[in-house]
């Protein structure tokens, strides 16, 4: 097994000779069970029985004289006489199948490239380009057999409750009657595990006459539309379909308001999820814990934070009693997003590990729903400047949740965005907030996340020095100070939270142009609202970085005292949460201030802090600006601190692939959580900060 693990795409025909030569000197039973038990991911006999068309009454009776192998009271010479008869079953082609458990123990003892999954023998694979190959030949040797292995592997599976592999090998067989019938039954519960994705990629499969007669596939189908991102055109198709059926409209509220709410009409998505709850029946879990999260978010798109908090309890609790785990983690994200709003970052990160916690299937393997978690905890560690942990938070939640959706990455990678910003990777930043700008264009029931995407883009353009192109897009977006306080304030949306929320974010990239241009008073003027709205929402998050924008801006004006002030509210507010970056980020000019401050004798513990921060932050900039020292400059054959674990050198292997954590995980027969934790320990054994930088420096010191 060894010998074939060691091949490569590349070196396939070999293995193709190695599998003819292997076919072709096993019994004709043998070449037949290999090949037409080559359609299943994973093999167990009653499967393999199913497949092959064995009857339950031969399968029992060999089952009954196989037993004898293992009894212990049975003497030797028995056992013997049993195994002789067990191998007769494998080793006579005139007999056929008898028992696909002794034909799976008889490649085992031959080492027929099949691996066991546990510790009884009970489940099996066979290795990944044995069974490609397999499948490649069945239709030589069976034409048209296929269908007819894909449909009784599916009834197996929906028969023992494995609803997934039955969809998936009804598919397979284009049996699309009874997938459709099948998919119609399994669309909640997918939803509900955060499966969009797969929901997704099985309605596409499905011709769509098939689909649109059916109404209440219809409704599940425009929601993983609308949660994966699709088109907001096929979204409105597919609610037409359902149009038709006046005894789905409580079913379709959620999803109009959910809608409303994306285009910003709340007294409407307030409205359509009271609809919701009132015609909804008391067991429909799904479409009612979903109404109650969507009136949860227009009391905090509406800036009533002490009703939203208590809305998004209250959702997430419904979501996890009825089993709806997407929305209760969505819920538990969205409140977690709420303490961070408000400057609550150590209870965020506490509520987005009860999110990550809850976002397990019943095999405790994260759902796809869990990368939201782990991107919101890589968002706080980033903060608080552990950017390593960050990046292993931020990486693996992208991973998760493009499974439930490739838009719902878009925060990921603005998160990216700052992180590799903070490293001073200005190219790797420039692709994050690319990808994101990709997200955002192709989700197009709002605009919303387009001009978060712009404001980063803007951000960025300023944190690189690119001032030209950050004032053209203020411009563009007819941001000014020209006008009196009142105006200003207006403008915001000091009458509307909602527009405050979106108007704010492009505001407060006006004030960093603003003093970026050396105009401290004009963004003092645009600030000033900015501070007010905020502390009227008791958005402390956001109170942080505006005061520290207006303690530059005092800075700038000469006003040393107003600085001083200002930033020790800042600290005031920042300390007991822990912020870092937030004062990084700023520079020189924040280290100048927070000179000051610790002559002043304010937070001294904290603010040594954040000058240490600062300082390291500046020697990195100085190295990347000096040549390497050879004498300090690890070779290629210099040994680690500590060495790699076998386990760890298997992992960093896989590093090299394009397999994600769960992949591997999946390779090795080991947790996600396993896999995550060696992956953190090869970056720290390494010294490296990323999946690139391991495998180059893994091949520096010959590890691969």
Not at 283 to 300: G, H, I, Q, V
Not at 402 to 407: L, P, T, Y
Not at 642 to 654: D, G, M, Q, S, V
Request: proline content about 4%.
């Amino acid at each position: 097994s060894n010998f074939i693990q060691a091949f490569r795409g590349s070196d396939r025909y070999i293995l193709d000779y190695l599998v003819e030569e292997v076919l072709r000197h096993q019994p004709d039973n043998v070449q037949a069970f290999l090949l037409q038990t080559a359609i299943l991911d994973r093999l167990t006999a009653p499967l393999c029985d199913a497949v092959l068309g064995i009857s339950e009454s031969a399968s029992q009776r060999v089952s009954e004289s196989a037993s004898l192998r293992v009894s212990e009271s049975a003497s030797l010479q028995v056992c013997k006489s049993a195994n002789q008869q067990i191998d007769e079953l494998v080793d006579r082609p005139s007999r056929g199948f008898a028992d696909s458990q002794a034909v799976l123990e008889y490649l085992e003892r031959n080492n027929l490239f099949i691996v066991p999954l546990d510790n009884e023998r009970r489940w099996y694979r066979y290795h990944r380009l044995f069974a490609d190959l397999l499948r490649g030949r069945l239709p030589q040797m069976y034409p048209g057999l296929a269908p007819t292995l894909h449909r009784r592997a599916s009834a197996w599976y929906e028969q023992n409750g494995q609803m997934t592999a039955a969809i998936d090998r009804a598919l397979s067989a284009e049996d699309f009657e009874r997938a459709t019938r099948l998919i119609e039954q399994e669309a909640e519960a997918t939803l509900m595990r955060s499966e969009v994705t797969t929901l997704l990629h099985w309605i596409d499969a499905l011709p769509d006459e098939l689909v649109a007669v059916r109404p209440s596939l219809c409704v599940f189908h425009a929601w993983a539309l609308l949660l994966g991102g699709r088109p907001f055109d096929t979204v409105q198709s597919r609610l037409q379909d359902v149009g038709r059926d006046a005894g789905l409209e409580g079913k379709v509220a959620p999803l109009r308001a959910l809608v409303a709410l994306f285009q910003g009409r709340l007294p409407r998505a307030i409205e359509l999820a009271y609809e919701a709850l009132e015609q909804l029946p008391k067991d429909d879990l799904f479409l009612r814990s979903t109404a109650s999260w969507m009136l949860a978010l227009t009391d905090l798109a509406m800036g009533d934070v002490i009703s939203a908090g208590h809305a998004l309890n209250e959702a997430a609790r419904i979501g996890r009693e009825s089993g709806n785990v997407m929305v209760a983690v969505m819920t538990m994200c969205s409140l977690a997003e709420l303490h961070m709003a408000r400057g609550q970052l150590r209870k965020a990160a506490e509520v987005y590990q009860q999110a990550l916690d809850q976002a397990i299937c019943g095999r405790g393997q994260p759902l796809p729903i869990a990368g939201m978690a782990l991107m919101g905890l890589g968002e706080i560690w980033r903060e608080w400047n552990d950017l390593e942990v960050a990046e292993s938070y931020l990486t693996e939640g992208i991973e998760q949740i493009e499974q439930w959706g490739a838009v719902g990455a878009m925060d990921g990678y603005i998160s990216l965005t700052h992180l590799r910003q903070a490293r001073g990777d200005a190219e790797g930043a420039r692709d994050a907030i690319h990808k994101a700008k990709q997200l955002a264009i192709q989700f197009d029931a709002t605009e919303m996340d387009d001009v978060m995407v712009a404001v980063q883009q803007a951000q960025l353009w300023i944190a690189q020095g690119n001032l030209e192109a950050a004032r053209r897009w203020v411009k563009e977006r007819g941001l000014t100070v020209d006008v009196s306080l009142a105006e200003l304030r207006e403008r915001i949306g000091s009458d509307s939270p909602y527009n405050y929320q979106r108007r704010s974010r492009e505001y407060f990239v006006l004030a960093r142009v603003l003093i970026a241009q050396n105009r401290p008073d004009e963004t003092l003027a645009v600030l000033e609202p900015l501070l007010t709205l905020s502390e009227q929402y008791e958005l402390n998050g956001r109170v942080i970085k505006i005061q520290i924008l207006e303690a530059l801006a005092f800075q700038a004006q000469g006003n040393l005292a107003s600085a001083m002030d200002t930033l020790e509210r800042a600290l005031s507010l920042a300390e007991p949460e822990g912020y870092v970056r937030t004062f990084v980020d700023e520079g020189e000019a924040m280290a100048a201030l927070l000179r000051q401050a610790a002559a002043r004798g304010s937070a001294v513990g904290y603010v040594s802090q954040l000058l240490a921060a600062l300082d390291e932050e500046t020697k990195d900039e100085r190295q990347m600006t000096e040549p390497p020292i050879s004498s300090f400059v690890p070779g290629p054959s210099s040994p680690l601190i500590e060495p790699l674990t076998e386990r760890e050198l298997e992992i960093l292997r896989l590093l090299t692939t394009s397999l994600s954590s769960t992949d591997m995980a999946e390779e090795l027969f080991i947790s996600v959580n396993t896999v995550r934790s060696h992956i953190r320990n090869i970056y720290g054994k390494l010294d490296v900060h990323s999946r690139y930088e391991a495998v180059a420096r893994a091949e520096e010191l010959d590890l691969l």
